[in-house]
């Protein structure tokens, strides 16, 4: 039994999933948080109603998943922050996944998958990737670019269909910019928790230098951390947090 959370939309994905030994996935709760209310107003509030719903307590749990992004700053650091005091309290494993990975999930088999969220006013997340099954591959690493830039990927690879939930503002611009509006997808317009328990990947054993260092999958820097006008943020350099896996 494992406990998924996804913050990195306005909408929270909470799942409470059984995992079979051959990787099977079955939700015993999918449970959806939209605006307005806020997730760092809900979060732990709903795990604690979620699991009592269930008569199931922390401890009984196998481990956590969280979604990594990219997504939201603020969504992403509330998601990580709550899912590591847990794990630390209980002394769980946890494992982390693509965000945008759990979106091609629910996309259709074997064409490229342009998977979008929002980063910023006229400025998407990009993941690009195929699904097989229950398997994602990724074609390139993550990205950040316009709606503009995206129209241009897409009539590049004529394949490829867009989904996501960048798609809820920026379909329109992306059709104005060349892009067949058969080539949108409907849905998902958000990263389901219950898809991130297909991708993650358990550690063997709970290690508390593993949890402290995991961290969200930015992309991209910070409006702060872009900023000129202030000094540098304290920690690492925005540069040694973009990954490109």
Do not use: W
Not at 133 to 140: D, I, P, S
Not at 161 to 181: I, K, T
Request: hydrophobic share 45%; charged share 20%.
């Amino acid at each position: 039994m494992f406990l998924a959370l996804d913050t990195s939309t306005l909408t929270m994905s909470l799942a409470l999933v059984e995992r079979g030994p051959e990787g099977a996935v079955r939700a015993v709760e999918h449970s959806v948080v939209r605006p307005p209310v806020k997730q760092s107003e809900a979060l732990p509030g709903v795990v604690g109603e979620l699991l009592d719903r269930h008569g199931v307590k922390l401890g009984d749990l196998e481990g956590l998943i969280v979604g990594l992004g990219p997504g939201s700053f603020t969504g992403l650091r509330i998601g990580l922050a709550t899912v590591k005091s847990l794990a630390y309290a209980a002394n769980l494993k946890v494992a982390g996944a693509s965000s945008l990975a759990a979106v091609a999930l629910e996309g259709p088999e074997d064409v490229p998958l342009y998977c979008l969220a929002v980063a910023r006013k006229d400025d998407l997340y990009l993941g690009a990737y195929v699904r097989r099954g229950a398997t994602v591959e990724a074609l390139e690493p993550e990205t950040a670019m316009s709606p503009k830039d995206v129209a241009a990927r897409m009539a590049a690879e004529p394949r490829a269909v867009a989904l996501g939930p960048a798609l809820v503002d920026y379909r329109a611009a992306l059709v104005s910019h060349g892009v067949a509006a058969e080539r949108l997808l409907t849905g998902p317009d958000f990263p389901s928790a219950v898809e991130l328990t297909r991708l993650a990947r358990m550690p063997e054993t709970f290690s508390l230098e593993a949890l402290f260092a995991m961290e969200p999958h930015y992309v991209r820097a910070s409006e702060p951390e872009r900023n000129p006008k202030f000094p540098p943020l304290p920690g690492p350099a925005p540069t040694a947090r973009l990954k490109d896996d």
